[in-house]
C-alpha cells in the first residue's frame, strides 16, 4: 500500500473507531526523538525544544533552476506533544541554537506553524493554528489581559521549514520556543480569545494559492461566523505584488476593515501592516446572522501571469460571545479529515524518495495539488513568509 493510502486509512480507522471526541489519534506514530517539552512552572513557560537538524547550506542556489525536491525549505514532519497546564497561552520566544547552546542566525528558521488538534478553526473544518512565526517575525507576547484558553492534554504539534542560507552547512540546529502562559487563578481573569484565519482561496488539506494575473485583480471568499464576536486585532499576509487584503460586508458592500501590504516601489512585499482595535476596548465586531467577504487585492506590473503566485489572508485574535458556541471538531467531517492527512503527510517526501518509494507517492498525490505544492514552496523560498 502506498504511503498516501497507508496515512489516509490510519487516520481514518482512527477516527471511526473512537466514538468520543477526545479519544482520536490526529496522525500515525508520534515522532519523539526530535521533540522535549519541560515545564517551567516558576517563570510559567513551557519551553519546546526540536531537534537536532542537520542543514546543508542552500546560499548561492537558484530556486527557480532547481528541483524542489532537494530538500530546501521543506517543512519537517509535525511533531505532536502534549499541552501540560490549565490556563490562557500568551505569547512565545523563539531562539535557534547550536549543539552547545551557542546562538545561530534567527533567520536560518524560515516558518514555524504550531497545531492545535482538539480545536477547530472558526470558519474553517481544520484544526486551530495556535501560533506561527516567520523569519521576518519578531518574538510576541499579548498583555496579561488576553489569553488564548488552553488545558492540561491538549494535542499540540509543531513543525518548522528551515532555510540555511549562511555559506556553510550547520552540523546541529536546535529550535528553541518558549511558550508563555497565564494560570487559571490569574486575577482578573483574562478575556480569553481565539485565534481567527480568513483566507481568499483555502483547499483545506490543499492549496490556498492562486495565479496573479496582469494589472490589478481581487479574488474573495464569503463566509459567516458560527458565533458572533468581535476582532481585537489583525494582520494578514500577502505574496509579491499583493496590494491589501480587506474585509466587507458581503450584502452591502461596506468595508469593515483592511491591512495593507507594505510594499517597495517595484511591488515586492516586504510584510502586512497590524491592526489593534482595543485589547482592553470593544473590539471590531462581527455577527454571526450577517455575511461577510474577505477580499485579496493585488497589482502586478509585470505583463505576465505568476502562476500560483498569491496567497491574501487576513488573521486575527477572536473573542466569541459564548465560547460555548465554538464550532466542535467534526472527526466525521471528510474537510477535517483532509487537513489530518496534509498534516500526517508533511515532511515525509524527502523520506519517501530516500527509501525508494517515491513513485507510489506520485501515483497517490492528486497532480493538481501536489503541483501547487510544489509551486508554494518555490514562493516561499523566494519571499521569506
Ligand atoms: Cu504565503
Redesign the pocket.
Known amino acids: 500500500m502506498s504511503v498516501v493510502g497507508f496515512l489516509l486509512q490510519a487516520v481514518l480507522t482512527s477516527s471511526v473507531s473512537v466514538a468520543m471526541p477526545a479519544g482520536y489519534s490526529p496522525g500515525v506514530a508520534p515522532d519523539t526523538s526530535q521533540i522535549r517539552v519541560q515545564t517551567d512552572s516558576s517563570k510559567r513557560e513551557v519551553l519546546v525544544t526540536l531537534g537536532p537538524f542537520q542543514l546543508e547550506d542552500m546560499s548561492g542556489m537558484d530556486h527557480h533552476a532547481m528541483p524542489m525536491d532537494d530538500g530546501a525549505g521543506h517543512d519537517t514532519p509535525v511533531y505532536d506533544f502534549t499541552w501540560p497546564i490549565d490556563g490562557w497561552f500568551r505569547g512565545f520566544r523563539i531562539e535557534v541554537v547550536d549543539g552547545s547552546g551557542n546562538p545561530l542566525p534567527r533567520e536560518i528558521m524560515h516558518h514555524m506553524i504550531m497545531v492545535n488538534y482538539d480545536r477547530r478553526q472558526l470558519l474553517y473544518s481544520a484544526a486551530e493554528r495556535i501560533m506561527g512565526a516567520g523569519s521576518e517575525t519578531g518574538d510576541a507576547v499579548l498583555p496579561k489581559s488576553v489569553g488564548v484558553p488552553v488545558h492540561a492534554g491538549m494535542r499540540l504539534g509543531v513543525y518548522v521549514a528551515w532555510h540555511n542560507a549562511t555559506g556553510a552547512p550547520i552540523d546541529e540546529a536546535y529550535l528553541k520556543i518558549a511558550l508563555l502562559w497565564s494560570p487559571k487563578n490569574l486575577m482578573p481573569q483574562p478575556v480569553s480569545s481565539l485565534p481567527i484565519y480568513m483566507d481568499v482561496n483555502l483547499e483545506v488539506g490543499g492549496t ?2 492562486f495565479d496573479v494575473l496582469p494589472g490589478r485583480t481581487e479574488k474573495s471568499y464569503e463566509f459567516s461566523v458560527p458565533v458572533s464576536g468581535r476582532l481585537l486585532g489583525i494582520s494578514g ?3 509579491d505584488y499583493g496590494v491589501a487584503v480587506r474585509l466587507e460586508d458581503a450584502e452591502t458592500g461596506k468595508i469593515i476593515t483592511q491591512v495593507d501590504g507594505q510594499r517597495l516601489p517595484d511591488g515586492k512585499v516586504t510584510g502586512v501592516e497590524r491592526k489593534l482595535f482595543g485589547v482592553l476596548g470593544r473590539g471590531l465586531k462581527l455577527r454571526a446572522d450577517k455575511r461577510y467577504r474577505v477580499v485579496g487585492i493585488y497589482d502586478n506590473p509585470t505583463g505576465e501571469t505568476i502562476r500560483l503566485g ?2 491574501a ?1 487576513i488573521v486575527g485574535l477572536y473573542v466569541p460571545d459564548d465560547m460555548a458556541q465554538w464550532p466542535e471538531v467534526d472527526l466525521n467531517d471528510p474537510t477535517f479529515q483532509r487537513d489530518l492527512v496534509s498534516l500526517a503527510e508533511m515532511g515525509r517526501e524527502q523520506a519517501e524518495m530516500d527509501h525508494g518509494a517515491h513513485e507510489a507517492h506520485e501515483e497517490d498525490a492528486k497532480p493538481d495539488a501536489k503541483e501547487g505544492h510544489e509551486e ?1 514552496e518555490k ?2 523560498e523566494e ?1 521569506k ?1
Request: charged fraction near 25%; glycine fraction near 0%; charge should be positive.
Open positions: 490556498n494559492t499576509h500577502l505574496h498569491a496567497m489572508e508554494h514562493k516561499k519571499h513568509h
